[in-house]
Nanobody, 117 residues
Framework: QVQLVESGGGLVQAGGSLRLSCAAS????????MGWYRQAPGKQRELVAT????????QYADSVKGRFTISRDNAKNTVYLQMNSLKPEDSAVYYC??????????WGQGTQVTVSS
């Protein structure tokens, strides 16, 4: 049974920083991409950032470019999201997602990020 466990969310003032972590436990075959998504109340879940496990290619939503950085530790099956210069509009539940080479995906349970103005 594969589980993704997120940590690092919380309450922060605008302009502050948080670092999210997502660690996978269980037996994992080849991971294709690791990514972060977020969902604010009343809105659809959206992609925040993603990274391919080989080659180092990363992709960011326009709204977070220059402020957020995704990184990974393949050996630990862990992905991180460093969030700087946070804005109130960044408030959401953040989810990690591992997409496997076989085509299936695993999701974390979500961690709340709240940015106060």
């Amino acid at each position: 049974q594969v589980q993704l466990v997120e940590s690092g969310g919380g309450l922060v003032q605008a302009g502050g920083s948080l670092r999210l972590s997502c660690a996978a436990s269980g037996s994992l075959n080849s991971i294709n991409t690791m990514g972060w998504y977020r969902q604010a109340p009343g809105k659809q879940r959206e992609l925040v950032a993603t990274t391919i496990t080989t080659g180092g290619i990363t992709q960011y939503a326009d709204s977070v470019k220059g402020r957020f950085t995704i990184s990974r530790d393949n050996a630990k099956n862990t992905v991180y999201l460093q969030m700087n210069s946070l804005k109130p509009e960044d408030s959401a539940v953040y989810y990690c997602r591992f997409r496997m080479v076989a085509g299936n995906s695993y999701w974390g349970q979500g961690t709340q990020v709240t940015v106060s103005s």
